[in-house]
């Protein structure tokens, strides 16, 4: 507990990880061959992203999260649980070795319970009602999704009133709009299928160094 902080305050909220602010995006893996993960991650931190987020709706997900966490043990690599939607999936994930969990909902409780056991937590929310009671509730930043529905200027007249809660925008984003979404004010992007869902080490590497160097060049 951090000094000033009561017990009513509740637990500090959880810093984000640099792998995500630095880079700026988080790759997600949906339905990926359990058998190609470590390649695909292997070939994402080859191409600059740092984070990999794999959903617990694919096929071994835990498997792939434990491969993918013996692969990466000092963390070169942060491995990530997407499509996280109650405690106890969020416990097996963490077992497996995720350091941060990706919900597609609001769930108050599960990011208050992942912010008591200092796991940052990215709810998903698409009015600025969810992601500010996402925030309230210690999320260490808030998943904007579905992204291609609300567009970049969602976030830049949201942060018209509330310049302090951070968004990533996800579904739908490519190297193409994400300038778009870090440049009305999104802290990162997470993208899935235009990043990772061919299964080929070479494209990922190749998407990846794109999408970085398309996140760094529209940042301030």
């Given at each position: ?167 990533v925008p996800t579904a739908g984003v490519t190297a193409d709009t994400a300038p778009s979404f870090i440049a009305a004010g999104a802290l990162a992007v997470g993208l899935g299928g235009w990043l990772t ?24």
């Open positions: 507990m951090t000094a000033g902080r009561t017990a009513a305050e509740g637990p500090a909220r959880p810093p984000i990880p640099e792998a995500i602010s630095g880079p700026g995006v988080i790759a997600i893996g949906r339905g990926l061959d359990p058998s190609g993960v470590v390649a695909i991650g292997e070939a994402l931190l080859a191409g600059g992203v740092r984070a990999f987020e794999v959903t617990l709706n694919s096929p071994a997900a835990l498997d792939a999260l434990a491969a993918l966490a013996a692969r990466f043990p000092e963390g070169d690599l942060l491995v990530g649980a997407g499509t996280v939607l109650d405690v106890p999936g969020a416990e097996a994930a963490i077992a497996a070795g995720a350091r941060f969990l990706v919900m597609p909902n609001t769930d108050l409780g599960l990011v208050a319970w992942a912010a008591a056991q200092s796991i940052p937590a990215f709810p998903g929310a698409m009015t600025p009602s969810e992601v500010l009671a996402a925030w309230r509730a210690r999320a260490a930043a808030v998943k904007l999704f579905p992204a291609s529905v609300v567009g970049p200027s969602f976030i830049r007249e949201f942060r018209g009133p509330f310049r302090d809660i951070p968004l869902a061919s299964g080929d080490p070479d494209t990922v590497r190749r998407r990846a160094a794109e999408v970085v160097a398309a996140v760094a060049g529209a940042r301030p």
